[in-house]
C-alpha cells in the first residue's frame, strides 16, 4: 500500500546525446516531469509511493509503466488512454550554452486528469487507505479550469477522510491563461494543504515582490491554514514557517553544480520522504539539502539509481 501518491504529467524527453554530423543534433531518450522526478526519489528513498497520471496505449506509454514499476513504483492508478501517446519535450541546446525547451504536450492523456467521472470515483477508493497526496502548480495548470474544479473537491473529499496533502506551486507562466488565473488556482489549492512546499522565485514570478519576499509569503497565505510551509532559495538557506515561527536550515555548500534540473522536485521528494517517516522539519529539510545536493551534480532530472545510492550514502 502507497503512503503517497504523486500526481501529474510525465513526458518523453528528448535531450542532447551528442553532436550529429553537419550541425545536425543526436538525442538521447527518456522520461521526465516534475511530479515524475519526485516520485523517483521517493521510491528509491524507501516510501512505498504510487504514481497517478495518463498516458496512452503506445510503446512509450509501456516503457514509462515499466519505468515507474522497476523503481518499485504502484503504477495501478495510472489511466490508459486509447489512441494517445504521451507528451514529449525537447531540450536545444544552444552554442552559448544556453538550453532551450520545446513542448508537444497540448494533448497529451493527463490533460484529461480527474475529467472523467468514473476515473475520479475509482481513484478515490484506490487512494482511501494512502496517507498523503503530492501535486505541483504544473498538475493543476494542465488539467485545465473543470480538472480544477474537481481536483477540489477531490481533495476535500480525501481530506475529509483523514488524507493530507503536499503542493509544489512550480510556476510555469506559458501554461496559464494569465497570472490571475495561476494566482486563483494556487490560493484554491493551498488553503487545503498541509505541506507546502514552495520556491521563493515562482512566488516572486507568480505574485511579485516590494522587497521582503518572505515576509510576503507569510502575510499571504496566512488564512490558509497550512500546517508546513517550506521555502526553497537555491543555495541560500531554507525556512520553515510553522504557525508563527520561522527557522532556517543550512543548504550545504556544492561547489561543483552541473545542472541544477529537478533540484526543487528532488529536494521535495527528500523532505517528503523524511516527513512521512516522522521526522521532525529540521530533519526533513537536512534530507531535502543532501538529496538536492546530489542532483544538481550530475546532468539530468533523475539519474542513475545506483549512483544516487551511493551518493546518498557518502
Ligand atoms: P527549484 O529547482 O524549484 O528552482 P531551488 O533552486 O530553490 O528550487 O533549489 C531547490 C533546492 O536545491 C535548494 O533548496 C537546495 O537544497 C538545492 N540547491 C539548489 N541550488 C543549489 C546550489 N547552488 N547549491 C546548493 N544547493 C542548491
Given at each position: 500500500?502507497?503512503?503517497?501518491?504523486?500526481?501529474?504529467?510525465?513526458?518523453?524527453?528528448?535531450?542532447?546525446?551528442?553532436?550529429g554530423?553537419?550541425?545536425?543534433?543526436?538525442k538521447?531518450?527518456?522520461?521526465?516531469g516534475?511530479t515524475?522526478?519526485?516520485?523517483?526519489?521517493?521510491?528509491?528513498l524507501?516510501?512505498?509511493?504510487?504514481?497517478v497520471?495518463?498516458?496512452?496505449d503506445?510503446?512509450?506509454?509501456?516503457?514509462?509503466i515499466?519505468?515507474?514499476?522497476?523503481?518499485?513504483?504502484d503504477?495501478?492508478?495510472?489511466?490508459r488512454?486509447?489512441?494517445?501517446?504521451?507528451?514529449?519535450?525537447?531540450?536545444?541546446?544552444?552554442?552559448?550554452g544556453?538550453?532551450e525547451?520545446?513542448?508537444?504536450?497540448?494533448?497529451?492523456p493527463?490533460?484529461?486528469?480527474?475529467?472523467?467521472?468514473g476515473?475520479?470515483?475509482?481513484l478515490?477508493?484506490?487512494?482511501d487507505?494512502?496517507?498523503?497526496?503530492y501535486?505541483?502548480?504544473?498538475?493543476?495548470?494542465?488539467?485545465g479550469?473543470?480538472?480544477?474544479q474537481?481536483?477540489?473537491?477531490?481533495?476535500?473529499?480525501?481530506?475529509?477522510?483523514?488524507?493530507k496533502?503536499?503542493?509544489?506551486?512550480?510556476?510555469?507562466?506559458?501554461l496559464?491563461?494569465s497570472p490571475?488565473?495561476?494566482?486563483?488556482?494556487?490560493?484554491?489549492l493551498?488553503?487545503?494543504?498541509?505541506?507546502a512546499?514552495?520556491?521563493?522565485?515562482d512566488?516572486?514570478?507568480?505574485?511579485?515582490?516590494d522587497?521582503?519576499?518572505?515576509?510576503?509569503?507569510?502575510?499571504?497565505?496566512?488564512?490558509?491554514?497550512?500546517g508546513?510551509?517550506?521555502?526553497?532559495r537555491g543555495?541560500?538557506?531554507v525556512?520553515?514557517?510553522?504557525g508563527?515561527?520561522?527557522?532556517?536550515?543550512?543548504?550545504?555548500?556544492?561547489?561543483?553544480?552541473?545542472?541544477?534540473?529537478?533540484a526543487?522536485?528532488?529536494?521535495?521528494?527528500?523532505y517528503?520522504?523524511?516527513?512521512?517517516?516522522?521526522?521532525?522539519?529540521?530533519?526533513a529539510?537536512?534530507?531535502a539539502?543532501?538529496?538536492a545536493?546530489?542532483?544538481?551534480r550530475?546532468?539530468?532530472?533523475?539519474?542513475?539509481k545506483?549512483?544516487?545510492?551511493d551518493?546518498?550514502?557518502?
Open positions: 500500500m502507497a503512503q503517497i501518491a504523486c500526481i501529474g504529467e510525465v513526458m518523453i524527453e528528448l535531450a542532447a546525446a551528442e553532436a554530423p553537419q550541425g545536425g543534433e543526436r538521447a531518450l527518456s522520461y521526465a516534475d515524475y522526478n519526485t516520485v523517483v526519489t521517493l521510491a528509491r524507501g516510501t512505498p509511493t504510487a504514481y497520471t495518463r498516458l496512452g503506445d510503446h512509450y506509454s509501456d516503457a514509462i515499466d519505468r515507474l514499476a522497476q523503481e518499485s513504483i503504477t495501478n492508478c495510472i489511466v488512454h486509447e489512441g494517445k501517446v504521451p507528451g514529449l519535450y525537447m531540450i536545444h541546446n544552444s552554442p552559448d544556453e538550453r525547451f520545446f513542448y508537444w504536450r497540448d494533448r497529451a493527463a490533460r484529461q486528469l480527474f475529467h472523467i467521472e476515473e475520479l470515483s475509482a478515490a477508493e484506490q487512494l487507505n494512502t496517507e498523503m497526496l501535486l505541483s502548480g504544473i498538475t493543476l495548470a494542465i488539467i479550469d473543470s480538472g480544477r474537481n481536483l477540489i473537491k477531490f481533495l476535500q473529499t480525501y481530506k475529509a477522510r483523514g488524507g496533502v503536499a503542493f509544489d506551486s512550480n510556476y510555469r507562466p506559458r496559464w491563461e490571475q488565473q495561476a494566482q486563483q488556482a494556487n490560493r484554491d493551498l488553503a487545503l494543504t498541509d505541506l512546499l514552495l520556491t521563493l522565485d512566488e516572486e514570478l507568480l505574485w511579485g515582490t522587497g521582503d519576499a518572505v515576509a510576503e509569503v507569510k502575510a499571504r497565505y496566512r488564512d490558509c491554514d497550512i508546513q510551509i517550506v521555502l526553497k543555495a541560500e538557506d525556512i520553515i514557517l510553522q508563527d515561527s520561522e527557522e532556517r536550515v543550512d543548504v550545504p555548500k556544492v561547489t561543483d553544480v552541473v545542472d541544477t534540473t529537478a526543487g522536485d528532488t529536494f521535495n521528494a527528500g517528503l520522504a523524511a516527513h512521512l517517516a516522522g521526522k521532525t522539519a529540521t530533519e529539510a537536512a534530507q539539502n543532501r538529496c545536493g546530489i542532483i544538481i550530475h546532468r539530468g532530472g533523475v539519474i542513475d545506483q549512483l544516487f545510492l551518493e546518498l550514502a557518502t
